[in-house]
């Protein structure tokens, strides 16, 4: 009996394994095995790009601190030659000496110290105070500024005096004989250059690490700069140090002292302030480069899994009530007929026919109707969602741009502002020159045109960001933008504005003004007016500000420049409702051509938040 029963498992195992409905559910299966491939590859080549990319941010980053250190050299070198034909330098006025240094210092932050080293080694004046006498006769900066005298630079060394791990600059001070009568010097702070580097620490990924070592593995430069000051100290990961300085350039795989597997990118590169070779290593974290590839295979994967068992079930399931059992009862019926019997039926339920296989086939249309009008509603709700993110996104933009206006503000002010100071300090100190009278007058207009460069420079930085709006307020920017406009233009302008009781929310009064900004530079360039009026006033009842650029110009048809500016003719138009929306307001044009234009545009009436102070004055 048992043996009966065994038969019978196996017969209906293999009746179940060879079976069609067994079939059916393999091929499902298969159909799901290309997906799995597909996304592992996927995610295999979003990895390759992931290090592609890492590689080549690296080479940027490489490029660009190259760049910086021949910027700051050169920098150095003018200083120190401005320094040097001094009048307090060449006379020998150690106490005015100090003075200058320490004001230069003050605005130099990139120098541990500035100072004068008489011609036998006794330093004789210095930013940083000192108590001591202090004789460098042995340092190399010195050294090779007297034997080349010429601007030189230094080891990778400790200052004497500050104590800090800088690089040193001389540049000799001669006598009118040639002989050297002193030397001018400049320490170059590493420990500042390594949290410094805006636009270094633009280029770093997010996560990642980037690290300069010399050829003894000791650190010179690191980004971004951590609680622990590594600058001066042994590399961390000091196992791998053998294979960077061996192998120049190349990728590592490796596990760091905190037992986290690595990606390290090092290449080895020739440094203007050490000497040697130097290497660059960028690294970051597996799991932070990979995150999102392993995240897109993941959630791929669960997809085709989800997919291929709801399938497998339907399938399964299915394939009884589809396949199996019409097949089973004709399987019947033709044996009954082949039996003879004459009345036998196929057992099926009713509405088999061509009218329930047409009822069937809307019910399934209606089906599949209903599907995609339900995935239709999703891709509109991503649409929305998508066009919300892009918003953000916009407004993040104008907000990095304006943070970027104002750091270039900035740079043009502090750099280039440098430069013109040494120009300014030369041509000071050649008009000093005994014998300098021939040349006066050139020196003089020299000096002249130094100083309109530095009010164009002064032009450009206000243009780019106005400290004034930062400062003092929308109001204030207003007017003084207005005058501005109108003085160049050769307008007459008025500015009328409501009194307001306290500062206006920042990115009200950057998008109000940015409006403006544009509306009067289109009055400028186009409007051919007389007069201009700028208005700024607030509606208590409706929470809003208001602004109103009018002029007596030539006007413009609305609808045609709108058409011309949706097709990339000219942006201002779409650039000002631009920003009107993303704070929360709008714009409308007046005009007609020969009536002159009225720009209008109105935001929330967004009061500043107080500042939260922090203890510190």
């Not at 179940?16 to 996927?42: C, M, N, T």
């Not at 989800?306 to 399938?315: N, T």
């Not at 504005?497 to 929310?505: G, I, N, S, T, V």
């Amino acid at each position: 009996m048992s043996d009966l029963k065994r038969e019978g498992a196996l017969r209906t195992m293999s009746q179940l394994f060879s079976g069609l409905r067994f079939r059916l559910v393999v091929l499902a299966a298969l159909a799901s095995l290309p997906p799995v491939v597909l996304a592992l590859h996927i995610a295999r080549q979003e990895r390759r790009d992931k290090i592609t990319a890492l590689r080549q941010r690296s080479r940027d980053i490489i490029k660009l601190s190259a760049r910086k250190e021949e910027e700051m050299i050169l920098g150095t070198q003018q200083l120190l030659r401005a320094l040097a034909a001094s009048s307090q330098v060449q006379l020998g006025r150690w106490g005015e000496c100090n003075e200058l240094m320490r004001a230069l210092f003050a605005d130099y932050p990139r120098y541990a110290n500035l100072g004068v080293i008489k011609a036998n080694g006794d330093v004789a004046a210095c930013a940083l105070p000192v108590t001591k006498t202090f004789n460098v006769a042995d340092r190399s900066c010195f050294r090779r500024a007297v034997s080349s005298r010429a601007f030189s630079m230094g080891d990778y060394e400790a200052d004497p005096v500050s104590g800090a791990r800088s690089v040193s600059f001389g540049y000799p001070v001669l006598d009118p004989l040639g002989q050297v009568r002193a030397v001018v010097f400049a320490a170059l702070d590493l420990d500042w250059l390594d949290g410094s580097d805006y636009a270094l620490q633009k280029l770093l990924p997010e996560g990642a690490t980037w690290t300069r070592i010399d050829t003894n593995g000791t650190i010179l430069v690191r980004h971004p700069a951590s609680e622990k000051r590594l600058v001066g100290k042994p590399l961390p990961e000091r196992p791998l140090l053998s294979a960077f300085l061996a192998q120049k350039n190349g990728v590592l795989e490796a596990v760091d002292p905190k037992g986290v597997p690595v990606l390290y990118d090092f290449t080895s590169t020739r440094s203007a302030l050490v000497a040697g070779d130097v290497t660059g290593i960028l690294s970051i974290s597996e799991k932070v480069l990979f995150a999102e590839p392993d995240r897109v295979m993941t959630r791929n994967l669960a997809s085709v899994g989800l997919v291929a068992g709801l399938l497998l079930g339907l399938g399964w399931i299915g394939s009884r009530y589809l396949i199996l059992r019409p097949i089973q009862a004709l399987v019947k019926f033709t044996a009954r007929l082949a039996a003879g019997d004459s009345a036998a039926r196929t057992g099926l339920p009713g509405g088999r026919d061509e009218l329930r296989q047409l009822v069937l086939s809307f019910d399934q249309m209606a089906e599949a109707l209903q599907q995609r009008e339900a995935a239709r509603k999703r891709a509109e709700g991503r649409l929305k969602e998508s066009r919300q993110r892009l918003q953000l996104l916009a407004r993040r933009l104008v907000g990095v741009q304006e943070t970027e206006r104002r750091r270039l503000a900035r740079e043009l002010h502090d750099e280039i502002g440098q430069s013109l100071t040494v120009a300014e300090l030369n041509l000071q100190a050649m008009l000093q020159t005994p014998g300098a009278e021939p040349l006066a007058q050139r020196l003089k207009e020299s000096l002249d045109v130094v100083g309109r460069v530095q009010e164009q420079v002064h032009d450009l930085s206000l243009n780019l960001r106005p400290s004034m709006l930062d400062d003092l307020g929308l109001e204030a920017a207003l007017r003084w933008y207005t005058d501005r406009q109108a003085a160049l233009a050769g307008l007459k302008a008025e500015v009328r504005a409501d009194p307001l009781e306290q500062r206006l929310d920042p990115v009200i009064e950057t998008e109000c003004f940015r409006v403006a900004q544009e509306a009067l530079t289109n009055v400028v360039k186009y409007a051919k007016a007389h007069t201009v009026t700028v208005e700024l006033s607030k509606n208590n009842e409706e929470e809003q500000i208001h602004l109103s650029v009018r002029d007596d110009g030539v006007g413009f048809d609305v609808a045609s420049v709108r058409a011309q500016a949706v097709r990339g003719a000219s942006l201002g138009l779409l650039s000002m409702e631009e920003r009107a929306t993303m704070a929360g307001g709008g714009v409308e044009y007046d005009s007609t051509p020969g009536r002159g234009t009225e720009v209008h545009a109105w935001f929330p009436l967004k009061w500043a938040q107080p500042a939260v102070l922090s203890g510190a004055i």
